[in-house]
């Protein structure tokens, strides 16, 4: 039969063992093992963007369709992101036709706060001219989106349009589309499209 | 036999019918109070769970309308605590010795009165300044009224368990430790030891909702930033999450004097943790595990409450309490330190990377400073525990 002292002592065991266990594999083992563990990889692909006229005379309008795709790993937020250099206002020539995103797409004007570089902090910068941008949070993976603009130039002449797509976590360089090309003043790559706008 | 001695026999007969009468009157309405207060900690209950819920559906999936299924749950659960304020005035009502019963039955009314409030004046914010932060003015009387309705309902589970209407004595196993040795002769129904757990469950959620509006880096929105200075939030998270959940578990402890009622509350906790904060995010899944280990300190603390009356293994089973809440709290916990550190938030699909860096750098600085706070929550949960039975015989 256990004595009091012998039943103490068992406990006390018991106890520096459990909490010894635990506490190595709560600050040492399992700590180690999930930094050793592959971060998620978002893979953003623009599959189609579809322009529907290359000439137009000014003060008709042009449609643009975006299909966008991710190859990688579910992301947090996968953006899509087309902006406008020509133009110094969005809201008044840029409409939303049709999209199937997870959220709402919102605009972005002249100076508003934008990030830079794929980073995801709140170290932003001013925007030096309008976009827009659409994204799904979360967008998991081989998730397809879809949106469909309308756009109506305010002068006569090349009018551009620059397009692209971020996952985040921005973990490395799959992580961005395209992964080369022009660098807008995000310091981040962009498709250029263009549109002639003809005097009518 | 006399004429006088039949009459005294009809007497006590008719004297014994009424007390049986007055017996049952009193168990019916102890037992509507009671239901009263189960429903109300239920609902408190519903409620924080589907506001964890919420936070993290914020987070992962970034609802654009307050009409989400948190919502939906977390408005459920006032409405189950409302109907269960009104049970219990009704139960409070045909209850001799209303006093006793007072305490509890304002603090649920001034309660839910706040949370009631809080509804509407939360939809009008969203209509005014879109969706809100953590913490905002609807959501701190939200929460606030939630604590009070959750601190009142324990109030009246422990009080009616020790309320016997027609007698002088009070029973029950709500005994205040003599010299740190509480009365082990006194052993309680498991019902009762179940009904303490969901009764202090809301109360700690509630209270950690306070701490987490005000350590969490939630509240930046477009009109308002009430998001908390860094530095200050990693002090206010490093002192407050161990003092709770310290005090907490000494009172489920102290309440029953049993072993099991402590690791049973912390393995609730643990668990609507899981499925409010981690089923819900995939990337969360794989560290289940790792998470529900937290039951081997909550086991210990438990064990040395149980078999040891002695002070300083009290407030040792408080330090341990203390130094595993930096693992209890996640993963929200998370974003509280990495705000501290770096002033930015943290991805969902990161949060185990991050956390894990956070184990690996910062761990061995805070063990400290959790220990003394677990160690202080011990001593207020001995001072809460000697007070409420002091109130409870001064109301009396």
Redesign the interface.
């Known amino acids: 039969m256990m004595t009091a002292s012998n039943k ?1 002592i068992v ?1 006390a065991v ?2 520096v063992a ?2 010894t ?2 506490f190595v ?3 040492f083992y ?6 050793s ?1 592959k ?2 990889s978002p893979i953003p692909y623009l599959s189609e963007v579809n322009i529907s006229e290359s000439n137009i005379q000014y003060g008709e309008s042009f449609d643009i369709k975006i299909t966008s795709t991710n190859l990688g790993d ?4 996968q953006i899509v992101s087309l902006a406008f250099p020509n133009l110094t206002r969005i809201d008044d020539h840029v409409s939303i036709i049709s999209h199937d995103f ?3 797409p919102f605009f972005i004007e002249i100076d508003d706060d934008v990030v830079s570089n794929y980073a ?3 170290e932003t910068i001013p925007a030096m001219y309008p976009s827009l941008e659409a994204y799904s ?2 967008w998991k993976s081989s998730e397809t989106y879809h949106i469909g603009l309308e756009v109506t130039p305010d002068k006569a002449g090349k009018f551009v349009i620059f397009v692209k797509s971020v996952g ?2 921005h973990t490395n360089n799959q992580s961005h589309f395209p992964s080369d090309g022009l660098i807008d003043y995000q310091r981040e790559f962009v498709k250029v499209y263009s549109v002639n706008v003809t005097e009518p | 036999m006399s004429s006088r001695t039949s009459d005294t026999s009809s007497g006590s007969a008719e004297e014994s019918t009424q007390t049986t009468l007055d017996e049952e009157k009193y168990r019916r309405s102890k037992l509507k109070f009671k239901i009263g207060c189960i429903l109300i900690s239920l609902g408190v209950l519903l409620t924080l769970s589907s506001s964890s819920w919420d936070i993290t559906n914020h987070l ?3 609802p ?1 309308t307050f009409f989400s299924t948190p919502h939906l749950l977390l408005y459920t659960g006032v409405g189950v605590a409302a109907l269960g304020s009104a049970i219990m005035f009704v139960g409070k009502r045909s209850l001799a010795n209303q006093g006793k019963f007072k305490l509890p039955m304002r603090l649920v009314i001034i309660g839910i009165s706040m949370v009631v409030i809080a509804g509407p004046f939360d939809y009008t914010w969203h209509v005014a300044f879109g969706l809100d932060g953590l913490l905002s003015p609807s959501h701190i009387i939200l929460t606030f009224g939630l604590f009070l309705a959750s601190i009142g309902a324990l109030f009246g589970l422990v009080f009616a368990r020790n309320y016997s209407p027609l007698l002088t004595s009070q029973k029950g196993g709500n005994q205040i430790e003599q010299e740190g040795k509480p009365k082990q002769s006194v052993v309680l129904p498991s019902m009762d030891n179940l009904l303490s757990v969901i009764g202090i469950l809301p109360l700690w959620l509630t209270a950690a909702g306070l701490l987490y509006m005000f350590s969490l880096p939630f509240s930046d929105t477009e009109f308002f930033d009430f998001n908390p200075d860094p530095t200050f939030a990693a002090i206010f998270a490093t002192i407050g999450f161990p003092l709770l959940l310290s005090t907490i578990l000494y009172l489920s402890y102290g309440l029953n004097y049993r072993f099991g009622i402590l690791s049973i509350a912390g393995a609730a906790f643990l668990l609507i943790n899981i499925l409010t904060t981690m089923i819900p995010n ?2 969360l899944v794989p ?1 289940i595990s ?1 998470y529900f ?2 039951i ?2 909550f ?2 603390a438990d ?2 409450l149980s ?1 040891s009356k002695t002070k300083s293994l009290q407030y040792v089973a408080g330090g ?1 309490l203390g130094s ?1 809440s930096f ?1 209890v709290y996640y993963p929200f916990i998370t974003y509280v330190y990495k705000w501290a550190f770096t ?3 943290v ?4 949060i ?2 991050v ?3 956070l ?2 750098s910062s ?1 061995s600085l805070l063990v400290g400073p959790l220990i003394v706070a677990g160690i202080l929550g011990v001593v207020l949960g001995r001072y809460i525990i000697s007070h409420s039975k002091i109130l409870e015989q001064k109301i009396e």
Do not use: G, H, W
């Open positions: 103490t406990i018991a106890i459990s909490l266990f635990y594999f709560s600050v399992l700590p180690d093992y999930y930094q563990l971060k998620p579910s992301a947090d937020i997870r959220q709402s995801s902090t709140f949070r979360p985040l976590p | 992962i999936n970034k654009e995939e990337f560290t790792f280990l937290s081997i300190p086991v210990v064990t040395i078999f341990v595993c693992m002033q930015d938030l991805f969902p699909s990161l185990a990377f956390y894990s860096e184990m690996i761990y």
